[in-house]
């Protein structure tokens, strides 16, 4: 811990971040969003530096070191700590962020559980993989019925909802974007494309070198 305290000293925040991992993808994007400045560390998950388990034994993806004494190893902790130290489209004040965290909460419990066992089905072969699949139907419905009220989730405007579970829905439709193309989820097909096409997506995965100490 000392080593990394010294190293840190009068720098920016670190991220630790791999490219692809949807948590890191959406710490990133608020990162983004607000502006902060923080150096991007790019690591590969199989061979994580020592450095990372050091401040966060648990050995995860994404990790914002902030200062000596403060390390952020949780994705959504990242996001409200980036729009804490600058909020440009006022995410955090809006009037739906407590039904937008209920949705971030449902997405990442419920939903995350589900589309693990489709996207690795293999892996668990009780069931089949479209029988996964379509145990996480139910929540493409939800999303599908919010946007058909509203460009964004929860509004007209990107908000933290969207940040936050754009990413999975990603990971869900490329293990087979030819029957995700092919659903009836249309309003939801159309908001993944725009995120999917947004500049803030774009710029949030730059390829970066690996990170080497």
């Known amino acids: ?43 590969l998950l199989r061979e994580k530096p020592a450095e990372i388990l050091k401040v966060s034994p648990k050995g995860t993806i994404p990790v914002l070191i902030i200062n000596n004494e403060t390390v952020i190893d949780e994705s959504l902790d990242i996001i409200f700590w980036a729009l804490q130290q600058s909020d440009p489209k006022n995410l955090l004040t809006c009037s739906v962020v407590s039904k937008a965290k209920n949705l ?12 693990d066992l489709y996207k690795y089905a293999v892996r668990f072969p009780k069931k089949s993989e479209v029988d996964y699949r379509n145990d996480c139907l139910l929540y493409l419905q939800e999303l599908n ?8 989730l929860f509004g007209s405007n990107l908000g933290i909802a969207d940040i936050a579970i754009f990413p999975f829905i990603r990971q869900l439709a490329f293990v087979d974007k030819q029957w995700f193309d092919s659903t009836e989820y249309d309003y939801l097909k159309a908001w993944l494309s725009r995120n999917l096409e947004s500049e803030l997506f774009q710029q949030s995965m730059v390829k970066r070198e690996v990170w080497k100490v």
């Open 1 to 43: 811990m000392n080593d990394i305290q010294i190293s840190l000293k009068h720098k920016k925040p670190i991220l630790y971040t791999f490219r692809r991992c949807p948590y890191a993808i959406r710490a990133r994007l608020a990162i983004q969003l607000s502006g902060v400045e923080v150096e991007y560390r790019e690591v």
């Open 104 to 115: 971030i909460h449902l997405i990442d419990t419920e939903f995350k559980a589900k589309l």
């Open 145 to 152: 019925e919010l946007l058909e009220r509203n460009k964004y």
